[in-house]
Protein backbone atom coordinates (compact mmCIF):
# COMPACT_ATOMS: atom_id res chain seq x y z
CA UNK A 1 0.00 0.00 0.00
CA UNK A 2 3.36 2.31 -0.16
CA UNK A 3 3.08 4.99 -2.79
CA UNK A 4 6.03 5.51 -4.71
CA UNK A 5 7.90 8.44 -4.22
CA UNK A 6 10.90 10.63 -5.45
CA UNK A 7 10.86 12.98 -2.27
CA UNK A 8 13.38 15.55 -2.44
CA UNK A 9 13.48 16.61 1.67
CA UNK A 10 15.26 13.75 4.56
CA UNK A 11 13.37 14.89 7.60
CA UNK A 12 17.16 13.98 9.54
CA UNK A 13 19.15 16.08 7.41
CA UNK A 14 16.72 19.19 7.87
CA UNK A 15 16.23 19.19 11.24
CA UNK A 16 18.31 20.39 14.45
CA UNK A 17 17.95 18.62 17.32
CA UNK A 18 16.37 22.00 18.92
CA UNK A 19 14.19 22.24 16.21
CA UNK A 20 12.79 18.58 16.41
CA UNK A 21 12.16 19.37 20.24
CA UNK A 22 10.56 22.01 19.56
CA UNK A 23 8.44 20.52 16.52
CA UNK A 24 7.41 17.73 18.87
CA UNK A 25 6.13 19.64 21.87
CA UNK A 26 4.24 22.00 19.26
CA UNK A 27 2.70 19.02 18.11
CA UNK A 28 1.88 17.56 21.51
CA UNK A 29 -0.32 20.61 21.80
CA UNK A 30 -1.91 20.51 18.51
CA UNK A 31 -2.90 16.63 19.29
CA UNK A 32 -3.87 17.45 22.72
CA UNK A 33 -6.62 20.36 21.37
CA UNK A 34 -7.45 17.68 19.12
CA UNK A 35 -8.12 15.00 21.34
CA UNK A 36 -10.26 17.34 23.65
CA UNK A 37 -12.81 18.15 20.70
CA UNK A 38 -16.54 18.21 22.08
CA UNK A 39 -18.38 19.09 18.83
CA UNK A 40 -22.07 20.25 19.70
CA UNK A 41 -24.86 20.19 17.10
CA UNK A 42 -26.37 23.85 18.24
CA UNK A 43 -28.70 24.50 15.16
CA UNK A 44 -29.51 23.94 11.84
CA UNK A 45 -30.29 27.42 9.38
CA UNK A 46 -30.06 29.10 6.66
CA UNK A 47 -26.15 28.93 4.92
CA UNK A 48 -26.37 32.89 4.67
CA UNK A 49 -27.56 33.36 8.42
CA UNK A 50 -24.19 32.24 9.83
CA UNK A 51 -21.68 32.40 6.38
CA UNK A 52 -21.37 36.36 5.94
CA UNK A 53 -19.81 36.11 2.14
CA UNK A 54 -23.44 34.23 1.51
CA UNK A 55 -25.09 36.89 2.49
CA UNK A 56 -23.58 39.64 0.31
CA UNK A 57 -25.25 41.10 -2.87
CA UNK A 58 -22.76 39.64 -5.69
CA UNK A 59 -23.79 35.82 -6.31
CA UNK A 60 -21.63 33.97 -4.39
CA UNK A 61 -21.00 29.74 -4.04
CA UNK A 62 -18.91 27.37 -1.71
CA UNK A 63 -17.17 25.20 -3.47
CA UNK A 64 -14.64 22.00 -1.70
CA UNK A 65 -10.69 21.84 -1.73
CA UNK A 66 -8.35 24.63 -2.45
CA UNK A 67 -9.29 27.76 -4.51
CA UNK A 68 -10.36 26.68 -7.63
CA UNK A 69 -12.01 28.56 -11.45
CA UNK A 70 -14.80 27.45 -12.44
CA UNK A 71 -13.20 26.42 -15.87
CA UNK A 72 -10.87 24.19 -13.78
CA UNK A 73 -13.74 22.10 -11.65
CA UNK A 74 -13.97 18.95 -12.69
CA UNK A 75 -17.75 18.08 -14.96
CA UNK A 76 -19.61 16.81 -11.50
CA UNK A 77 -18.63 19.85 -9.86
CA UNK A 78 -19.79 22.23 -12.19
CA UNK A 79 -22.63 20.12 -12.70
CA UNK A 80 -23.21 21.02 -9.26
CA UNK A 81 -23.18 24.77 -9.61
CA UNK A 82 -25.80 24.32 -12.34
CA UNK A 83 -27.99 22.31 -9.28
CA UNK A 84 -27.43 25.10 -6.76
CA UNK A 85 -28.15 27.57 -9.94
CA UNK A 86 -31.33 26.28 -10.22
CA UNK A 87 -31.95 26.33 -6.41
CA UNK A 88 -31.16 29.65 -6.00
CA UNK A 89 -33.31 30.56 -8.64
CA UNK A 90 -30.64 32.40 -10.96
CA UNK A 91 -31.53 30.23 -14.04
CA UNK A 92 -34.32 28.28 -15.73
CA UNK A 93 -32.21 26.37 -18.39
CA UNK A 94 -28.35 24.32 -17.89
CA UNK A 95 -27.15 26.96 -20.74
CA UNK A 96 -28.29 29.76 -19.42
CA UNK A 97 -27.19 28.85 -15.67
CA UNK A 98 -23.79 27.99 -16.83
CA UNK A 99 -23.35 31.25 -18.25
CA UNK A 100 -24.68 33.05 -15.27
CA UNK A 101 -22.10 30.95 -13.30
CA UNK A 102 -19.38 31.86 -15.68
CA UNK A 103 -20.28 35.53 -15.65
CA UNK A 104 -21.23 35.84 -12.42
CA UNK A 105 -20.53 34.11 -9.75
CA UNK A 106 -17.78 34.22 -6.73
CA UNK A 107 -16.82 31.45 -5.52
CA UNK A 108 -14.85 30.58 -2.80
CA UNK A 109 -13.45 27.78 -0.93
CA UNK A 110 -15.60 25.86 2.37
CA UNK A 111 -12.12 25.75 4.30
CA UNK A 112 -12.03 29.97 4.06
CA UNK A 113 -15.35 30.74 5.86
CA UNK A 114 -15.46 27.75 8.47
CA UNK A 115 -17.26 25.00 6.38
CA UNK A 116 -17.10 22.04 5.23
CA UNK A 117 -18.56 20.73 1.83
CA UNK A 118 -19.21 16.76 1.08
CA UNK A 119 -17.78 15.87 -2.93
CA UNK A 120 -18.37 18.97 -4.84
CA UNK A 121 -19.16 20.67 -1.58
CA UNK A 122 -21.26 23.41 -3.16
CA UNK A 123 -22.71 25.29 -0.76
CA UNK A 124 -25.29 28.07 -1.63
CA UNK A 125 -27.21 31.44 0.08
CA UNK A 126 -30.65 29.47 1.28
CA UNK A 127 -28.77 25.74 1.24
CA UNK A 128 -29.87 24.34 5.09
CA UNK A 129 -26.65 23.71 7.13
CA UNK A 130 -25.52 22.16 10.30
CA UNK A 131 -23.71 24.36 12.89
CA UNK A 132 -21.41 22.55 15.19
CA UNK A 133 -19.51 24.53 18.26
CA UNK A 134 -16.39 22.62 19.13
CA UNK A 135 -16.91 23.36 23.71
CA UNK A 136 -13.57 21.65 24.27
CA UNK A 137 -12.40 24.88 26.42
CA UNK A 138 -13.86 25.99 29.96
CA UNK A 139 -14.20 29.20 28.49
CA UNK A 140 -17.48 30.05 26.26
CA UNK A 141 -15.44 32.88 24.20
CA UNK A 142 -12.78 30.57 23.28
CA UNK A 143 -15.90 28.22 21.52
CA UNK A 144 -15.20 28.11 17.58
CA UNK A 145 -17.99 26.90 15.45
CA UNK A 146 -18.38 24.75 11.78
CA UNK A 147 -20.95 24.69 9.17
CA UNK A 148 -21.98 21.79 6.62
CA UNK A 149 -24.88 21.14 4.12
CA UNK A 150 -26.98 17.92 5.05
CA UNK A 151 -26.54 14.48 3.95
CA UNK A 152 -28.79 14.24 1.13
CA UNK A 153 -28.89 10.35 0.81
CA UNK A 154 -27.63 8.18 -1.94
CA UNK A 155 -28.69 7.76 -5.68
CA UNK A 156 -28.88 11.40 -7.66
CA UNK A 157 -27.96 14.34 -5.33
CA UNK A 158 -25.75 17.63 -5.84
CA UNK A 159 -22.91 16.43 -3.74
CA UNK A 160 -22.22 13.74 -6.92
CA UNK A 161 -23.05 16.39 -9.36
CA UNK A 162 -27.14 15.40 -10.52
CA UNK A 163 -28.87 18.76 -10.33
CA UNK A 164 -32.83 17.50 -12.59
CA UNK A 165 -35.56 18.05 -10.35
CA UNK A 166 -35.87 15.31 -7.97
CA UNK A 167 -32.70 16.93 -6.98
CA UNK A 168 -33.66 20.64 -6.57
CA UNK A 169 -37.11 19.93 -4.69
CA UNK A 170 -35.42 17.87 -2.09
CA UNK A 171 -32.66 20.41 -1.65
CA UNK A 172 -35.91 22.86 -0.98
CA UNK A 173 -37.48 19.94 1.60
CA UNK A 174 -34.11 20.03 3.38
CA UNK A 175 -34.51 24.04 3.27
CA UNK A 176 -38.03 24.52 4.36
CA UNK A 177 -39.04 21.30 6.40
CA UNK A 178 -36.07 19.19 7.27
CA UNK A 179 -33.48 21.81 8.46
CA UNK A 180 -35.94 24.14 10.38
CA UNK A 181 -37.74 20.50 12.27
CA UNK A 182 -34.33 20.18 13.51
CA UNK A 183 -33.67 23.14 14.79
CA UNK A 184 -36.80 22.94 16.38
CA UNK A 185 -35.97 19.93 18.24
CA UNK A 186 -32.83 21.09 19.20
CA UNK A 187 -34.74 24.07 20.80
CA UNK A 188 -35.82 21.74 23.26
CA UNK A 189 -33.21 20.83 24.42
CA UNK A 190 -30.86 22.56 27.58
CA UNK A 191 -27.54 22.82 25.57
CA UNK A 192 -27.73 21.47 22.25
CA UNK A 193 -26.73 17.50 21.01
CA UNK A 194 -23.28 16.49 21.68
CA UNK A 195 -22.23 14.18 18.84
CA UNK A 196 -18.97 13.17 20.66
CA UNK A 197 -20.51 10.79 22.61
CA UNK A 198 -22.05 9.12 19.39
CA UNK A 199 -18.96 9.16 17.31
CA UNK A 200 -17.30 7.39 20.74
CA UNK A 201 -20.48 4.66 20.35
CA UNK A 202 -20.64 4.08 16.56
CA UNK A 203 -16.69 3.77 16.05
CA UNK A 204 -17.04 0.31 18.31
CA UNK A 205 -20.25 -0.12 16.42
CA UNK A 206 -18.21 0.03 13.03
CA UNK A 207 -18.68 3.20 12.05
CA UNK A 208 -15.16 4.47 10.39
CA UNK A 209 -17.17 8.09 9.97
CA UNK A 210 -16.57 8.39 6.05
CA UNK A 211 -17.83 6.13 3.96
CA UNK A 212 -20.19 3.49 6.67
CA UNK A 213 -22.24 5.88 9.57
CA UNK A 214 -25.25 3.57 9.69
CA UNK A 215 -24.47 3.46 13.16
CA UNK A 216 -24.32 7.09 14.39
CA UNK A 217 -26.94 7.59 11.62
CA UNK A 218 -29.26 5.00 13.83
CA UNK A 219 -28.21 6.45 16.96
CA UNK A 220 -29.00 10.09 15.99
CA UNK A 221 -32.64 9.40 14.45
CA UNK A 222 -33.10 7.25 17.47
CA UNK A 223 -32.36 10.16 19.93
CA UNK A 224 -33.98 12.87 17.85
CA UNK A 225 -37.63 10.98 17.87
CA UNK A 226 -38.41 12.09 21.00
CA UNK A 227 -36.95 15.89 20.49
CA UNK A 228 -39.20 16.09 16.96
CA UNK A 229 -42.53 15.09 18.84
CA UNK A 230 -41.64 17.77 21.20
CA UNK A 231 -41.30 20.12 19.02
CA UNK A 232 -45.27 19.40 17.97
CA UNK A 233 -44.62 18.96 14.34
CA UNK A 234 -47.40 18.45 11.95
CA UNK A 235 -48.26 14.82 11.15
CA UNK A 236 -46.98 15.08 7.53
CA UNK A 237 -44.04 16.89 8.47
CA UNK A 238 -43.29 14.99 11.34
CA UNK A 239 -43.73 11.54 9.12
CA UNK A 240 -41.45 13.07 6.45
CA UNK A 241 -38.57 13.91 8.77
CA UNK A 242 -38.45 10.64 10.51
CA UNK A 243 -38.77 9.22 7.05
CA UNK A 244 -35.75 10.38 5.54
CA UNK A 245 -33.66 10.31 9.32
CA UNK A 246 -34.37 6.29 9.00
CA UNK A 247 -33.30 5.67 6.01
CA UNK A 248 -30.79 8.06 5.16
CA UNK A 249 -27.85 5.72 6.61
CA UNK A 250 -24.83 8.32 5.85
CA UNK A 251 -26.80 11.37 7.18
CA UNK A 252 -24.06 11.19 10.40
CA UNK A 253 -21.16 11.91 7.85
CA UNK A 254 -21.89 15.37 7.36
CA UNK A 255 -22.29 16.19 11.09
CA UNK A 256 -18.61 13.73 11.60
CA UNK A 257 -17.37 16.81 8.84
CA UNK A 258 -18.90 19.62 10.52
CA UNK A 259 -17.40 18.49 13.70
CA UNK A 260 -14.04 17.60 12.43
CA UNK A 261 -13.53 20.78 10.93
CA UNK A 262 -14.21 22.34 14.39
CA UNK A 263 -11.85 20.31 15.59
CA UNK A 264 -8.95 20.89 13.71
CA UNK A 265 -9.80 24.61 13.64
CA UNK A 266 -9.00 24.59 17.01
CA UNK A 267 -6.28 23.14 17.05
CA UNK A 268 -5.03 25.07 14.01
CA UNK A 269 -4.76 28.46 17.03
CA UNK A 270 -1.39 26.30 17.79
CA UNK A 271 0.66 28.23 14.96
CA UNK A 272 3.46 25.84 15.38
CA UNK A 273 4.27 22.06 14.69
CA UNK A 274 4.05 19.71 11.44
CA UNK A 275 0.63 18.26 11.88
CA UNK A 276 -1.29 18.08 9.34
CA UNK A 277 -4.98 20.55 10.02
CA UNK A 278 -6.48 20.01 6.42
CA UNK A 279 -6.72 17.80 3.99
CA UNK A 280 -9.81 18.29 0.76
CA UNK A 281 -9.43 18.63 -3.04
CA UNK A 282 -11.33 19.99 -5.53
CA UNK A 283 -11.19 17.32 -8.84
CA UNK A 284 -8.33 19.25 -9.81
CA UNK A 285 -5.72 19.79 -6.95
CA UNK A 286 -5.36 18.12 -3.49
CA UNK A 287 -4.54 20.44 -0.38
CA UNK A 288 -3.58 20.25 2.65
CA UNK A 289 -2.65 22.84 5.22
CA UNK A 290 -0.27 21.98 8.31
CA UNK A 291 -0.43 23.88 12.03
CA UNK A 292 3.22 25.69 11.80
CA UNK A 293 2.49 26.90 8.05
CA UNK A 294 -0.86 28.60 9.03
CA UNK A 295 -3.35 29.69 5.85
CA UNK A 296 -1.28 28.70 3.22
CA UNK A 297 -2.71 25.79 1.14
CA UNK A 298 0.25 23.04 -0.03
CA UNK A 299 -1.52 21.58 -3.18
CA UNK A 300 -0.64 18.81 -5.64
CA UNK A 301 -2.72 16.93 -8.65
CA UNK A 302 -5.62 15.33 -7.38
CA UNK A 303 -5.50 11.33 -8.05
CA UNK A 304 -8.45 9.70 -9.03
CA UNK A 305 -10.54 6.89 -6.49
CA UNK A 306 -10.46 3.17 -7.56
CA UNK A 307 -12.84 0.44 -5.81
CA UNK A 308 -15.74 -0.82 -6.80
CA UNK A 309 -18.77 0.48 -9.44
CA UNK A 310 -22.06 0.05 -9.63
CA UNK A 311 -23.60 -2.19 -12.12
CA UNK A 312 -23.05 -0.62 -15.74
CA UNK A 313 -19.95 1.75 -14.86
CA UNK A 314 -16.34 0.98 -14.71
CA UNK A 315 -12.77 2.82 -13.58
CA UNK A 316 -12.84 4.82 -16.64
CA UNK A 317 -15.68 6.86 -15.70
CA UNK A 318 -14.33 7.71 -12.26
CA UNK A 319 -14.18 11.69 -11.49
CA UNK A 320 -10.87 12.80 -10.33
CA UNK A 321 -10.68 13.01 -5.99
CA UNK A 322 -13.51 15.84 -4.49
CA UNK A 323 -14.37 16.84 -1.48
CA UNK A 324 -13.60 18.74 2.14
CA UNK A 325 -14.85 15.06 3.46
CA UNK A 326 -10.99 14.47 4.05
CA UNK A 327 -11.79 16.41 7.02
CA UNK A 328 -12.45 13.26 8.80
CA UNK A 329 -9.07 11.70 7.75
CA UNK A 330 -7.51 14.74 9.05
CA UNK A 331 -9.06 13.67 12.88
CA UNK A 332 -7.98 10.29 12.40
CA UNK A 333 -11.38 8.74 11.33
CA UNK A 334 -12.62 7.80 7.57
CA UNK A 335 -9.52 5.35 5.81
CA UNK A 336 -7.31 6.47 8.50
CA UNK A 337 -9.65 3.76 10.97
CA UNK A 338 -10.26 1.12 8.64
CA UNK A 339 -9.96 -1.48 10.65
CA UNK A 340 -13.02 0.30 12.44
CA UNK A 341 -15.34 -0.30 9.68
CA UNK A 342 -14.59 -4.27 8.57
CA UNK A 343 -18.09 -4.56 6.87
CA UNK A 344 -17.04 -1.90 4.62
CA UNK A 345 -14.06 -2.57 3.47
CA UNK A 346 -14.83 -4.68 0.82
CA UNK A 347 -17.42 -1.96 -0.48
CA UNK A 348 -14.51 0.02 -0.54
CA UNK A 349 -12.69 -2.08 -2.35
CA UNK A 350 -9.93 -2.73 0.34
CA UNK A 351 -9.86 -6.19 0.60
CA UNK A 352 -10.68 -8.27 4.24
CA UNK A 353 -10.03 -7.76 8.01
CA UNK A 354 -6.76 -8.05 7.64
CA UNK A 355 -6.26 -5.60 4.60
CA UNK A 356 -8.15 -3.36 6.86
CA UNK A 357 -5.98 -3.97 9.94
CA UNK A 358 -2.34 -3.53 7.54
CA UNK A 359 -3.97 -0.32 6.70
CA UNK A 360 -4.57 1.09 9.96
CA UNK A 361 -1.25 -0.05 10.81
CA UNK A 362 0.55 1.46 8.48
CA UNK A 363 -1.69 4.65 9.14
CA UNK A 364 -0.04 4.64 12.73
CA UNK A 365 3.06 5.12 10.80
CA UNK A 366 2.77 8.64 9.69
CA UNK A 367 0.70 10.30 12.94
CA UNK A 368 1.96 11.89 16.22
CA UNK A 369 -0.09 9.47 18.45
CA UNK A 370 -4.03 7.62 18.96
CA UNK A 371 -6.50 9.09 20.20
CA UNK A 372 -7.61 7.35 23.73
CA UNK A 373 -11.40 8.55 23.61
CA UNK A 374 -11.81 6.52 20.68
CA UNK A 375 -10.98 3.38 21.16
CA UNK A 376 -11.46 0.71 17.90
CA UNK A 377 -12.08 -3.09 19.45
CA UNK A 378 -11.40 -4.68 16.17
CA UNK A 379 -7.82 -3.05 16.90
CA UNK A 380 -7.03 -4.55 20.45
CA UNK A 381 -9.17 -1.22 21.64
CA UNK A 382 -5.95 1.11 20.20
CA UNK A 383 -7.37 4.64 19.61
CA UNK A 384 -7.44 6.26 16.33
CA UNK A 385 -4.87 7.45 14.45
CA UNK A 386 -4.17 11.12 15.11
CA UNK A 387 -2.01 14.26 14.39
CA UNK A 388 -0.53 13.10 10.68
CA UNK A 389 3.31 14.60 10.61
CA UNK A 390 4.34 15.69 7.27
CA UNK A 391 7.34 14.99 8.72
CA UNK A 392 7.01 11.44 9.07
CA UNK A 393 4.96 11.07 5.71
CA UNK A 394 7.66 12.22 3.57
CA UNK A 395 10.52 10.63 5.19
CA UNK A 396 8.48 7.06 5.21
CA UNK A 397 6.98 8.11 1.57
CA UNK A 398 3.41 6.59 2.99
CA UNK A 399 0.49 8.80 2.37
CA UNK A 400 -3.09 9.29 4.09
CA UNK A 401 -5.56 6.82 2.72
CA UNK A 402 -9.10 8.13 2.51
CA UNK A 403 -12.29 6.47 1.53
CA UNK A 404 -14.67 8.16 -0.42
CA UNK A 405 -17.67 7.57 -3.05
CA UNK A 406 -16.80 7.95 -6.66
CA UNK A 407 -18.93 10.50 -9.01
CA UNK A 408 -19.30 9.60 -12.78
CA UNK A 409 -17.09 11.83 -15.16
CA UNK A 410 -20.53 12.49 -17.00
CA UNK A 411 -22.62 15.62 -15.88
CA UNK A 412 -25.69 14.76 -13.93
CA UNK A 413 -25.59 10.88 -13.42
CA UNK A 414 -24.05 11.32 -9.63
CA UNK A 415 -22.38 8.52 -7.81
CA UNK A 416 -21.27 5.49 -9.54
CA UNK A 417 -18.97 3.91 -7.16
CA UNK A 418 -17.22 4.10 -3.68
CA UNK A 419 -13.79 3.67 -3.30
CA UNK A 420 -9.88 4.57 -1.43
CA UNK A 421 -7.58 7.01 -2.76
CA UNK A 422 -4.37 8.25 -1.72
CA UNK A 423 -3.20 12.06 -0.78
CA UNK A 424 -0.67 12.85 -3.22
CA UNK A 425 3.12 13.14 -1.46
CA UNK A 426 3.79 16.39 -3.67
CA UNK A 427 2.17 18.98 -1.28
CA UNK A 428 3.80 17.09 1.62
CA UNK A 429 6.55 17.50 0.50
CA UNK A 430 6.11 21.35 -0.27
CA UNK A 431 4.69 21.75 3.15
CA UNK A 432 7.58 20.17 4.38
CA UNK A 433 10.12 22.86 2.54
CA UNK A 434 8.62 25.38 3.47
CA UNK A 435 8.82 24.17 7.25
CA UNK A 436 12.52 24.16 7.41
CA UNK A 437 12.13 27.94 5.40
CA UNK A 438 10.24 28.73 8.57
CA UNK A 439 12.74 27.16 11.35
CA UNK A 440 15.97 28.22 8.87
CA UNK A 441 17.05 24.93 8.02
CA UNK A 442 18.33 23.93 4.39
CA UNK A 443 15.93 21.63 2.58
Known amino acids: MTTSTNASVNTTETQAPDDRHEIDSANAEVVAAMTAGQPVLVDVVTARTVIGVLDEQTPTLLHAGPPVDFADMPAPMQASCVGAAFFEGWAADEAAAREFIASKVRFVPCHHVDAVGPMGGITSANMAVVVVENRASEN ?22 AFDSEV ?39 DEFHQRNIASSAIFAKDFAPLLIKARLGTEQLAGVTDFLGRTDQFFLNLAMASCKAIMDAARKITKGSIVTAMTRNGHEFGIRVSGLGDRWFTAPVNTPEGLFFTGYSQDQACPDMGDSAITETFGLGGMSMIAAPAVTRFVGAGGLGDAQAISEEMAEIVFGHNAMLSIPTWDFQGTPTGIDIRKVVETSITPIINTGIASLEPGVGQIGAGTVRAPLGCFTKALEALAETYGVDA
Open 140 to 161: PTEWNRAYATMNEGIGKVLRFG
Open 168 to 206: VDRLHWMAKVLGPSLSAALASTDEGYPLMPVIARAIAMG
